[in-house]
Nanobody, 115 residues
Framework: QVQLVESGGGLVQPGGSLTLSCAASGLDFSIALMAWYRQTPGNQREMVAVMTGGGITDYADFVEDRFTISRDNAKNMVYLQMNSLKPEDTAVYYC?????????WGQGTRVTVSS
């Protein structure tokens, strides 16, 4: 049974930083494609950052070099370091794991950027 558990969300002021963590279990993490998505009310979930098992990364245009995705295959963890946060980054952030044709989601962690 695959489980993805996010943590690290919270309230941060504009310009601040947060690091989200995702603990994965039940999948062959080293070969899984791991990603962070986010969703705001009334909108579709959108990709923020993705990282292959081999370390290739891709980011949404809105990231603008402010976020960094990383992973620790020994610990089955994936991270999203977010810097220079803006109010429009406010959303629920989800961890996603992909293996072959299967997609798995965490429960989400809320990030609020507000003064």
């Amino acid at each position: 049974q695959v489980q993805l558990v996010e943590s690290g969300g919270g309230l941060v002021q504009p310009g601040g930083s947060l690091t989200l963590s995702c603990a994965a279990s039940g999948l062959d993490f080293s070969i899984a494609l791991m990603a962070w998505y986010r969703q705001t009310p009334g909108n579709q979930r959108e990709m923020v950052a993705v990282m292959t098992g081999g370390g290739i990364t891709d980011y949404a245009d809105f990231v603008e070099d402010r976020f960094t995705i990383s992973r620790d295959n020994a610990k089955n963890m994936v991270y999203l370091q977010m810097n220079s946060l803006k109010p429009e980054d406010t959303a629920v952030y989800y961890c996603k794991g992909e293996m072959y044709v299967n997609h798995y989601w965490g429960q989400g962690t809320r990030v609020t950027v507000s003064s």
